[in-house]
């Protein structure tokens, strides 16, 4: 190629040599210019919210899964790790992470949220929130693991048994009571998330996973179940998730995260630099099954169209929505309402005040908005 | 040899043996009843990590507390975090009664939960202290010391005298302010939004 060059028969047309790649890498980063990151909050660094206006399908990479900590990060060494399984049982087992992974795998993918995920929507109006702040507590994964149905077998639960508690291995020692039949439905003790042992943030090296429940009942680190005939009562049960309502009494284990949507493009702090086609993008899920549809209004609610669903559509799953907008480059305020297959819609703020109280707390599963200035900028509004 | 004549190489020797190695998928045994991993679990251990305690007292341990024992393990343990008399802060505060009527948590987002109105088993103080507390250092206090320091929060809250001593057979019978407020969870799905 140089000597071409160096011969003169190329003379009048220069050369760009192109420089070589790098070599191969044990293991990869990201490119220079994709910072992505968590956003730490909490007065004791105590949770993370995952970048959801920055991410594409319905994957969140293991490294952003949001945290929710209740004692810190545990660290767990995966040698001494065991689970042990008692209470009303025919046969108290422990089971070591080599025990667990002799069971026949199970792989799902399943959102994770933090109860009290999207509280800025029922009662923070702050406009410069991204959907990383408003939203950033729900996160997706392909989790590996065995499933707890088979675990129960293994072990011989008594058919009395209608509870058992699921203990964690952090500081704190995190218990929650979880009713049997969620262990015989989908319930499993995972392993491995998007194709790799757990991080530690999410419960290394064995976490309970209940699709489509709370987070916080996911219990990371765990270390113990133990099979009763009623509820344990434990602080997070009773003074912590439990959602006040206005009629002077206070709903306990509501586990189940209902359906759910936001819009994640455009969204603060995007701003729509024309008008023409925009993608309106973003992320549906429920607790209770597969999104059925999802709609979108460009005018604060006044009217409603049918968004596209990207495949997969899967239960207890974020479902990635798509909504092509033609924008005139006028003002308009964007909102997104998930279906669920039990026929449950995404209500809106006043239909959910109207059935809880100003005043509770956790599952703010309310419509979300953003405004689109005409100037395109982007600013989050609570349902318009 | 080529890149392609290795790949050529690798798919011939594929189809070569992949016939004898693979079977037709009609039949999958099932699951045996036990797969037979683990190993039992002893009585002794499963005693060393059980620290559960029931709203009937199932798990209290030997052991004694007053408030005013429980008084000065506070001001050292938790003060610093929970405020001297338990209302300060800057962390969850504990102590209050008020309000005392019609629990309205639901309708005034302004209210602060605590132990005296909100919490419904008086087991449960015990629990989460012997559990979880203080959060730098759980599991450093003995069962006199939560016992103590329950009895002291207990009567911060106006629930028990400040002579009473908690231990396993008094705390289960403590009835707390907000034991009638819980209800089950009634979501179900469906149009309708609860």
């Not at chain 1, 140089?2 to 028969?9: H, N």
């Not at chain 1, 596209?308 to 924008?327: A, D, E, G, M, Y």
Request: proline fraction near 7%.
């Amino acid at each position: 190629m140089l000597d071409r060059g160096v011969l003169g028969q190329a003379a009048a047309s220069p050369v760009h040599p192109r420089p070589l790649g790098r070599s191969a890498t044990a293991v990869g980063v990201r490119a220079p210019g994709e910072r992505i990151q968590r956003v730490v909050g909490g007065a004791l660094h105590e949770i993370s919210l995952t970048p959801l206006q920055d991410l594409h399908g319905i994957v969140t990479p293991a490294d952003l899964h949001y945290e929710r900590h209740h004692a810190g990060v545990a660290v767990v060494d995966p040698h001494q790790y065991e689970l042990l399984i008692h209470g009303m049982v025919d046969r108290p087992t422990v089971f070591d992470l080599a025990a667990l992974r002799r069971f026949p795998a199970v792989s799902r993918f399943h959102f994770l949220e933090c109860s009290g995920n999207g509280e800025s929507a029922y009662r923070n109006m702050r406009p410069d929130q991204s959907p990383q702040l408003v939203d950033g507590l729900t996160s997706t994964s392909e989790w590996t693991g065995v499933s707890l149905a088979t675990l129960l077998r293994e072990v011989g639960v008594h058919p009395r048994a209608t509870w058992f508690l699921a203990e964690g291995g952090d500081a704190g020692l995190m218990a929650r009571s979880i009713p049997v039949e969620k262990a015989r439905d989908d319930a499993m003790i995972a392993y491995a998330q998007n194709g790799e042992a757990l991080r530690p943030e999410q419960g290394y090296p064995a976490r309970l996973l209940l699709p489509g429940w709370e987070g916080n009942t996911n219990v990371k680190w765990i270390r113990r179940l133990e099979f009763a005939d009623r509820p344990f009562m434990t602080r997070d049960e009773t003074s912590k998730y439990t959602d006040p309502l206005s009629n002077g009494t206070a709903r306990m284990f509501s586990f189940v995260m209902d359906a759910k949507s936001i819009i994640t493009f455009p969204a603060f702090p995007a701003t729509l630099t024309g008008r023409g086609w925009w993608d309106v993008t973003g992320l549906a899920w429920s607790g209770r099954g597969r999104i059925t549809r999802v709609d979108v209004s460009t005018n604060g609610g006044k009217t409603w169209s049918l968004a596209i669903l990207q495949q997969p559509v899967l239960p207890k799953c974020h479902t990635r929505f798509s909504f092509p907008w033609n924008w005139d480059g006028r003002e308009a305020v964007l909102m997104s309402r998930a279906t669920d297959e039990t026929g449950y819609v995404q209500p809106r703020l006043a239909q959910l005040r109207a059935a809880r109280g100003p005043g509770t707390r956790y599952h703010f599963n309310d419509i979300r908005a953003w405004r689109v200035a005409a100037d395109g900028a982007v600013t989050f509004e609570v349902d318009g | 040899m080529t890149r392609s004549g290795m790949l050529r190489t690798a798919l011939a020797a594929v189809a070569a043996v992949a016939p004898t190695h693979v079977r037709r998928a009609d039949h999958r045994p099932g699951p045996p009843a036990r797969y037979g991993l683990g190993r039992s679990a002893t009585a002794e251990e499963i005693r060393a990590v059980d620290v559960t305690v029931m709203p009937d007292g199932t798990g209290l341990p030997a052991g004694s507390g007053t408030a005013v024992q429980g008084a000065a393990i506070f001001r050292q343990t938790c003060a610093r975090c929970h405020g001297a008399t338990g209302v300060e802060g800057p962390f969850d505060r504990l102590v209050g009664r008020e309000p005392r009527q019609g629990f309205p948590f639901g309708r005034d987002e302004s209210l602060v939960r605590t132990i005296g109105n909100y919490w419904p088993y008086s087991t449960t103080v015990y629990d989460y202290i012997h559990r979880a507390m203080p959060y730098d250092a759980p599991g450093s206090l003995r069962p006199n010391d939560v016992y103590a320091l329950v009895a002291f929060l207990l009567w911060r809250n106006e629930i028990i005298a400040d002579t009473a001593t908690m231990d396993a057979r008094t705390l289960p019978r403590v009835r707390m302010p907000a034991r009638d407020r819980f209800v089950n969870d009634d979501r179900r799905g469906g149009p309708e939004v609860r």
